[in-house]
């Protein structure tokens, strides 16, 4: 953002409740932000009902953070956003149909995980990988490494 904002009008999107330490920080960088309604759940994720809760609580975050760029003109728009191909596919994919260029940062690899899972996870990092205004940039070797296989032969 230090690079950038001179050349470019920056708004960083984050969500209600935010590290007061990253408001410092933005505000230190003279960058504009808005808030947007989210809901953070950390809370241990034991049983079915509670999958299946904490997966809408993020469907629903995802719904209010796309509202909430539908107030801008994304056509063309630059968004650096933190949201998981493999998790938030639908919000990427609606976001792209706008005519926004997407960026995403991975610093991570996926974990190894059950045959149906990584089916599922392929899948939906595949599709996105396709999109011609999306672009994955990894943090460091081992993460550029095994994400290969995940993202289209295209990408």
Sequence with gaps: MKVARTDWD??????????????????????????????FDLAPADSVGR???????????????FRHLLKFDLS???LHIEAAPWQSAGLL?????RGANIFV?????????????????????GV????????????NQDTKNRFRRWVSEFF
């Design 10 to 39: 920056i708004t960083v999107v984050l969500p209600e409740g935010s590290d007061p330490k990253l408001l410092k920080f933005i505000d230190d960088l003279g960058v504009r932000y808005e808030f947007v309604k989210g809901r």
């Design 51 to 65: 999958k299946v809760t904490r997966r809408f609580n993020i469907l629903l975050s995802e719904v209010n953070v």
């Design 76 to 78: 063309g728009a630059i």
């Design 93 to 97: 994919l609606a976001l792209a149909a």
């Design 105 to 125: 940062t991975m610093h991570n690899a996926l974990p190894d995980a059950s045959v149906w899972r990584e089916f599922i996870w392929k899948l939906k990092i």
């Design 128 to 139: 996105v990988s396709r999109l011609r205004k999306f672009r994955l940039f990894a943090s």
